[in-house]
């Protein structure tokens, strides 16, 4: 599968460098958050690519939730536990980064998996600007524009049958809970197959640090944010 390219693996130790990082999140994920830049000292591994690497090593269950714990840093050293219905991704340390509960049958079929991960890693990528910014205008709140901090928190996906075909993940619903100067966003998302709806998730991220929305400073993580997106064209 191509989520191969992205990591290195020596028996059951895996390695992600900045860079294979990098290029998942801005390539396959669209996601421009400079946190994975490779020259960013708050570098940290894409969640979207800890997902996609579990889906690709242990299939779809009906059912899964997955609980970031951690971030993940570049060419840092990791590895996967198997249980009965857990997966997690732990360092040398015993440190956990993620926790993935899963029940139900499984599919390991190539063309639903590898479709499934393309789709949700784009929707997700577009969480900024595309999302975030018409919820902060809503809530009036906004992150630090020089240090914006957004982070994976959970994602759910449910799946009332699997598809011989590569599925699409729509958005429904988004919200914004604000708790001072920490903010929940919740996205709830329909998975699409074979002209119908085959299931349905749930991700939620959280953004801190929040202050009072000014127009200005939305530029300026916008302005940031697309001259990140320039670069990686050109």
Known sequence: MFVTEYYNQADQSITISRQQASDFAKSIAGDFNPIHDPDNKRFCVPGDLLFSMSLTKYGVSESMSFDFQGMVGGDAEIHFEESDNQLMIKNEKDKTFLTVERDGNVT??????????????????????????ELMQEEGVMPHPDRPMVIYDLMKIKFERFSESAPEVVLLNRTLDVDGKRGMVTMKFDIQADGGSIG?????????????YEQSGIDTIVSNY???KARHSS
């Not at 349905?200 to 009072?212: A, D, N």
């Open 226 to 228: 697309e001259a990140s």
């Open 200 to 212: 349905s998730g749930e991700k939620q991220i959280i953004m801190s640090g929040l202050r009072e």
């Open 108 to 133: 390991h079929s190539e063309t639903f998996i590898d479709g499934l991960i393309r789709s949700y890693v784009a929707f997700s990528g577009k969480t900024f600007p595309h999302i975030l910014v």
